[in-house]
């Protein structure tokens, strides 16, 4: 089965309406809710105040290939753009973009093979993949080849009927499920024998749910069938009256279960087989040629991959935001190296890949100045400065307790990576963090204070899933505080965050603790 894509100028009959409305909203003749309708399904959403738009750049398995590197680094400095953001699932969020320049640069993308349609709104959203498939030591097999064709599938159904919600699909290669494949809407996890596990029915945010696994060993030709099925299931079954509950979470509990979903989605799995549709695939693996010779330097931003000689640089900037003109400078640097690109991680960060040890080089030089720990490395949301949804301000409370262990000195391995959400939406993943922040106000003495709902101990790796669990809430002038009590209390144990938790349950709680309210 090969997908048909709709060409550019197919693509740019549908931008006439978000055009439009664009043109309303900000003459003020269209309110605010009325235009986020619209243009969430075209990847773009006013900024909290309404004075400018953020535009969402399409980017399946978090690919920013050469050329579309280039068409990002030449939006920049073209329209002089000031805040750019890698997303947690892996796209780019170009943002303080005007009336105009939103328009332009949608309808420019769709040059360079970046749709922004289906980018936000009521559609399948961007297909995540682990950003080092195909590449990394440890995968069980390249899933890559596999994830494009389904996220060219689900962009041939963005004119298809309305779906209830988002709808959001990941793939995973190895047990690490940085993707979160078990717990998404429908998530394809890779095997050691090279078929896929499947599960459905998942997702962070309101009400979180890990996924219901409805298939076991499943050839990964078949899978389009399989999104078919969840496809077909989600219009059928999910909830058309009421928002809150329209998540595909929701549907096993309406059903009556989980074993009463899983009989569904094999009727449904029965139905799409014999609908005499061809879903049966042939993807086009990527298949690295080059070979190097020269050893890359010993850092701990460059990781070997699988093919010999070759290594991935990792650059990780702070929150998420890189500076701008990071886009340029790599693009200047990998432009004549071959099959180097660029894959975007799910913790807002960035990984140069198939470099010898050469280019490495190179590249780590052009990538300093990102975080130097993993607690530096942390996840956060764009934050509520920016988004409309948002509640808490995730990048500034980030920066905040980045400077506080700076200053403090503590080694990498004290603090862990913790995940900051401005709202419950969960855009941050706080909810599998070891530590997670989300964003909320209370009330002392009669003022609304900005505050943080702590979580401890979640987890993303398969088979160890956990929601982190609910401690309580610590205002947001004493989050500081808190992160240099728990790093002089690991420190002063001589051990490092993970084995310090593991010999002491209860001793992280018991630091927080003096700091809720």
Sequence with gaps: ?????????????????????????????????????????????????????????????????????????????????????????????????????????????????IITR?????????????????????????????SLAV????????????????????????????????????????????????????????????GIKVADGVEPEQILYYVKAMYDLYLEYGNYENRAKARSRFIPEALGGEERYREVFREMLESALTCGENLRMNPRCVLVSKEGRIPAPDHPRVIEQKQKGLYSVLYH?????????????????????????????PGGAVYIINCDGREAAGVLKVTEGGAETAFEASAACIGASVCQQGIGDSQALLKKLVQASREAQFADGILPQIHISGCPSSCGT???????????????EKAAVPAWQLSINGCERQGSERMGEKLGVIPDEKAPDFILALGKAVEASGK?????????????????????V
């Design 118 to 146: 289906g980018g936000g709104g009521d559609f399948p959203r961007n297909v995540m993949v682990s950003p080092l498939s195909g590449v990394e030591k440890e995968e069980y097999f390249d899933v890559m080849p596999y």
């Design 1 to 113: 089965m090969e997908p048909k894509n709709l060409e550019p100028e197919q693509w740019k009959q549908d931008y006439r309406e978000f055009i439009e409305a664009t043109r309303r909203f900000y003459n003020k003749t269209l309110d605010t809710k009325t235009y986020k309708g619209i243009s969430g399904g075209f990847g773009s959403y006013a900024q909290r105040g309404g004075n400018a738009s953020m535009l969402r750049l399409r980017l399946p398995g978090g690919r920013l290939e050469k050329d579309k590197l280039a068409f990002v680094a030449g939006c920049i400095e073209t329209y002089g753009i000031d805040l750019v953001h890698f997303t947690t699932c892996q796209t780019v969020q170009l943002h303080n973009l005007n009336e105009k320049t939103v328009c332009r640069i949608a309808l420019e993308a769709l040059e360079h093979g």
């Design 151 to 210: 996220s060219d599938y689900l962009l041939s159904r963005i004119h298809g009927p309305m779906l209830p919600r988002k709808l959001k699909v990941a793939f995973s290669n190895s047990a690490e499920n940085l993707t979160h494949a078990t717990f998404r809407d429908l998530g394809f996890a890779a095997r050691p024998d090279g078929l896929f596990d499947v599960y459905s029915a998942g997702g962070l945010g309101i009400n979180p749910s890990f």
């Design 496 to 516: 490092g965050f993970i084995r310090w938790q593991r010999d002491n349950p209860g001793a992280l709680k018991a630091v927080a603790e003096k700091f809720l």
């Design 430 to 444: 706080h909810q599998i963090g070891e530590l997670g922040f989300q964003g909320c106000i209370i009330r002392i």
């Design 317 to 345: 900037p702070v929150g998420g935001s890189p500076n701008p003109s990071f886009f340029r400078e790599i693009y200047n640097v990998i432009r004549d190296m071959e099959q180097v690109e660029l894959r975007l991680t």
